[in-house]
């Protein structure tokens, strides 16, 4: 997965010297009316894979069927009432409000509609990758995630190799790749579980619990969305378009972490669901704990040799670095941290189905970080204090999750997260910035000193991970985790 993060970093440098400054422009201006509404796929899938998990620890086939069908009904419908709004509003707004050349507006409305019904697909494919999650087969997980992020990269690479216009091209194969990706879930669920099928006999209180619970669990989607877009709209208003560049370029770093922390988050979320729903609490605290554990290892083996070589990276991935950029990625790193640690949580309080006050409380904390920069800004603020805000906000925001979990969940210890997890990796991350900011200093600017600082703090985060931050029952369950990974077939 840390091999697709990187191919995920490397397209864009290859869609922007293919499609030309321009043209990619362009490209994520009309993707972007579209990407507008994509956490609905993520608000969907959870709520689906937290209700599939419980019932196949319930042990309820008919119970597992009749969500299933609700799943498949709801998505054709939101896909149905999308496609009325996409269709008319998009279009419009696309032809009307977007500044974009009139020799690309013909071109721009047909990678409209290719990124629309590209979405549209992932929409439909929620029930299908929600059963596969659920069912714990992450090995069919990696595998078909390896082989989405490889054939978009094959066709950014291909891009001007085809007489065919080239963004159209690229969403053309960006179409192509999540049709292809859909029908190997829906062959996949289909072959191996029978319980997956259409059935009339739902119920309204079926519909009703699924579409409740991924209401409140779409604030905390829209919040994330707000923070970002509100952040770029102040970065505009106050410090002009460059910093945008910059925050655009931040948000890459932050989008390729989430991406890899969420794999962390995929291979425990449904075992945590499912020991909640059985009442094995102490299998719970214990995934629990591993859970945080493993994140905050892949993030530091990745985060510390980059915010010590940032700026190499930065000239290496990019042609033209604004000077901010080090700076503003380091921070989104620090950020990804603090907001990739909350996930362990949240899936607890999903499994208890009480998610109506914790999104109330969270969320209003993280929407404070509009009107707080913008109350910094107006009295002289810099333009990177946006970020210490969000950070800020985000610590503050895991201390309230803390405690709304003890008050829903009491099994669960704050005193044993702080001392045998959170003080335990803030010496770990402490120590591996120092010795690996020293061997920085000691080997120079070469290619070779860039191997062996991060030869050096691979070692010693695994090292100290293994030794001070994990037991040996965590370490043995990891193993048992990376080994499922690696066989598509496993749990079939």
Wanted: contains cysteine; hydrophobic residues 55%; aromatic residues 14%.
């Amino acid at each position: 997965m840390l091999l697709l993060t990187l191919i995920n970093l490397l397209s864009v440098r290859v869609l922007l010297k293919g499609l030309g400054t321009e043209d990619y422009g362009i490209y994520n201006a009309v993707a972007g009316l579209v990407c507008t509404a994509t956490f609905i796929v993520t608000v969907l899938a959870d709520g689906m894979q937290r209700f599939y998990s419980i019932s196949l620890a319930e042990k309820d086939k008919q119970k597992t069927q009749r969500l299933f069908s609700a799943s498949i009904y709801i998505v054709l419908a939101l896909a149905l009432l999308l496609t009325l709004v996409f269709e008319s509003f998009g279009t419009w707004f696309l032809n009307t409000f977007l500044t974009i050349p009139a020799n690309r507006l013909p071109a721009s409305n047909i990678v409209f509609q290719l990124s629309f019904f590209s979405f549209i697909i992932q929409i439909i494919q929620i029930p299908f990758m929600a059963t596969v999650f659920a069912n714990e087969k992450m090995g069919w997980y990696a595998l078909f995630s390896t082989f989405e992020c490889l054939l978009r990269f094959t066709f950014a690479l291909l891009i001007g190799c085809v007489a065919m216009d080239n963004m159209v091209f690229y969403a053309t194969g960006y179409f192509i790749t999540s049709l292809l990706v859909f029908s190997l879930y829906l062959s996949v669920v289909l072959k191996n579980h029978p319980e997956c099928r259409l059935t009339k006999h739902i119920g309204k209180d079926t519909y009703k619990s699924m579409l409740s619970f991924s209401g409140w669990t779409a604030l905390g989607a829209t919040a994330n969305m707000g923070l970002f877009q509100g952040s770029t709209l102040l970065l505009n208003i106050f410090f002009g378009p460059v910093l945008n560049v910059v925050f655009a370029i931040a948000l890459q770093v932050y989008n390729a972490f989430t991406s890899l922390c969420n794999n962390i988050v995929t291979a425990f979320k449904p075992a945590m669901i499912k020991s909640y729903a059985s009442g094995d609490y102490n299998y719970l605290q214990t995934l629990f704990m591993i859970g945080n554990k493993a994140i905050f290892a892949l993030v530091a083996l990745v985060a510390v040799p980059l915010c010590i070589e940032m700026p190499w990276v930065l000239s290496v991935w990019l042609d033209d670095v604004p000077q901010e950029t080090p700076l503003f990625c380091r921070l989104m790193m620090l950020l990804v941290l603090c907001l990739s640690l909350n996930s362990p949580i949240t899936i607890i309080v999903q499994a208890t189905g009480k998610v109506k006050h914790y999104h109330l409380f969270v969320d209003s904390i993280m929407l404070m970080c509009v009107p707080v920069s913008l109350f910094v800004f107006l009295f002289g603020g810099r333009s990177h204090y946006i970020m210490f805000t969000m950070i800020l906000l985000s610590v503050l925001a895991h201390i309230t999750r803390l405690f709304y979990l003890k008050r829903i969940f009491p099994p669960i210890s704050i005193t044993h997260y702080v001392h045998r997890f959170l003080l335990r990796a803030a010496v770990v991350i402490g120590i591996a910035f120092i010795v690996t900011g020293l061997v920085h200093r000691m080997t120079g600017d070469t290619l070779f000193g860039k191997s062996i600082v991060v030869v050096c703090s691979t070692a010693v985060i695994s090292l100290l991970t293994l030794s001070l931050i994990l037991d040996s029952q965590e370490r043995g369950y990891i193993i048992q985790m990376v080994k499922s990974f690696k066989s598509p077939t496993h749990g079939i």
